[in-house]
């Protein structure tokens, strides 16, 4: 499902931030378990995003990323892009501000990848993800395509 081949940086978290990180890492990972967690993904993408929230900063997300793979490893493996996306969003709504989360597919192929953006650029990825995969949907604050 993911394309990324080294971990992320890890980082050091201050108790509160690593329990913030290890709570929306283990949500994430219920929200996408299974084979098919679109249903889980829109409604909580739909309650997240919900309220007045101000966008992430490109540093906000990749600080989110770097937060949840280090409070849980696993996330930063190659095939845990859609949890740690997720993961990452939940853990900036936690701090009063979101990224969008970009789930995309590589055409003629079953290859999904997931990121988050923000201001339409992809934020913590190795590599930008958008010339490879053609993006089925987007969550972000006011609309989910």
Known sequence: MSVVTA????IRLRPGEYLVALAAA???AWITRGDHPDQRIRAAMDRV???PLRPSTPKQAEHAVQAVTTAVLGLGGTKACLPR???AVLYCRAHG??????IGLRP???DVHAWVEVDGEPAAEPFDPRPAYLPVTH?????AL
Do not use: D, F, K
């Open 139 to 143: 969550h972000r604050q006011g609309a």
């Open 97 to 102: 501000h979101v990224p969008a989360l970009v």
């Open 85 to 87: 996306s997720v993961a």
């Open 49 to 51: 995003l919900r309220g």
């Open 7 to 10: 971990l992320p940086p890890r």
């Open 26 to 28: 283990l949500a994430a």
């Open 108 to 110: 003629g192929t079953a």
